[in-house]
């Protein structure tokens, strides 16, 4: 994984702008976007072979299932899913209206969702 936590910020701000990034935001944020996209388009590699620890861990929770089956849904969604990446605002009602026809997710449950893994949506936005 490329160091950016050791970059500079004109450094991070190239990168970022490379993936459509915001580049006007703080340095936290712009080191956890690029390492999120990196994972994400490189976790075929980083996990060819390894054994994860969901496989020797205890049963996952209700939330722990619900989150796996949203993350899935999303990843299968190219649109939905790029969008994602590039940290655009969702509209959280169509998003909820779309996910929850395949997955039944409550709309607080979704929220939850979102925030814990960084989804920017238009219901979200301020609720920190």
Same mark, same amino acid.
């Given at each position: $994984?490329?160091?950016y936590?050791k970059m500079? $910020?004109?450094?991070?701000?190239? #990168?970022?702008?490379r993936y459509g990034?915001r580049? =006007?935001?703080?340095r %936290?944020?712009l *080191?956890?976007?690029l390492?999120? @996209?990196?994972? !994400?388009?490189?976790k =075929?590699?980083?996990t060819?072979?390894a054994?994860? &620890?969901?496989?020797i861990?205890?049963?996952? &929770?209700?939330t ?5 089956q949203?993350?899935?849904? @999303? !990843?299968?969604?190219?649109y939905?899913?790029? %969008? *994602?990446?590039c940290?655009q605002?969702?509209?959280?009602d169509? &998003?909820? %209206? !779309? *996910?929850?026809s395949? @997955?039944?997710?409550q709309?607080s #449950?979704l929220?939850?969702?979102?925030d #814990?893994?960084? @989804?920017?949506s =238009?219901? =979200?936005?301020g609720?920190?």
């Amino acid at each position: $994984m490329p160091g950016y936590p050791k970059m500079s $910020m004109d450094e991070l701000k190239d #990168a970022a702008a490379r993936y459509g990034l915001r580049v =006007n935001t703080s340095r %936290r944020l712009l *080191i956890h976007q690029l390492t999120a @996209i990196w994972e !994400q388009t490189h976790k =075929n590699y980083t996990t060819a072979g390894a054994v994860t &620890t969901e496989s020797i861990t205890e049963p996952q &929770t209700a939330t722990q299932q619900l989150h796996s089956q949203l993350r899935s849904y @999303i !990843q299968g969604h190219t649109y939905l899913y790029e %969008r *994602i990446l590039c940290y655009q605002v969702l509209d959280f009602d169509s &998003t909820h %209206r !779309q *996910i929850s026809s395949k @997955i039944p997710c409550q709309k607080s #449950a979704l929220r939850k969702f979102f925030d #814990a893994e960084g @989804i920017v949506s =238009n219901s =979200n936005v301020g609720h920190h």
